[in-house]
């Protein structure tokens, strides 16, 4: 599967965005699919991962209660709604799969087989 992070952009402290993620190649229903962050100097961190159906969800500490992972499977998208932004939220976002049913709440990079190019979110006054 080949995954496209996109709707990454400049926002302002306490501002929202929402980033999405599309699949082609095969159907998204068959993926767990997470979403990381990296910033410059730093390890690539966990933010978030949904099941294939998008009922069960995992929130790092850091963006609990901020951000919000769904999916639409008819449009083969995931996406990740950023609110509260805070300056330490400035890094690539990327998306990626995972063919397993579950992974655990907090899983690494090394779980996932397939990443998308990532989309950068600055948030910056």
């Known amino acids: 599967v080949q995954l496209q992070a996109f709707g990454g952009g400049l926002v302002q402290p306490g501002g929202s965005v929402r980033l999405s993620c599309t699949a082609s190649?095969?159907?998204?229903?068959?993926?767990?699919v997470g979403w990381f962050r990296q910033s410059p100097g730093k390890e690539r961190e966990f933010v978030a991962v949904a099941t294939r159906s998008g009922g069960a969800t995992s929130y790092a500490d850091s963006v609990k209660g901020r951000f919000t992972v769904s999916r639409d499977n008819t449009k083969n998208t995931v996406y990740l709604q950023m609110n509260s932004l805070k300056v330490e939220d400035t890094a690539v976002y990327y998306c990626?799969?995972?063919?397993?049913?579950?992974?655990?709440?907090?899983?690494?990079?090394?779980?996932?087989?397939?990443w998308g190019q990532g989309t950068q979110v600055t948030v910056s006054s």
């Open positions: 190649g095969d159907s998204f229903s068959k993926y767990l």
């Open positions: 990626a799969t995972s063919g397993a049913f579950w992974i655990g709440t907090q899983p690494r990079p090394s779980d996932f087989a397939s």
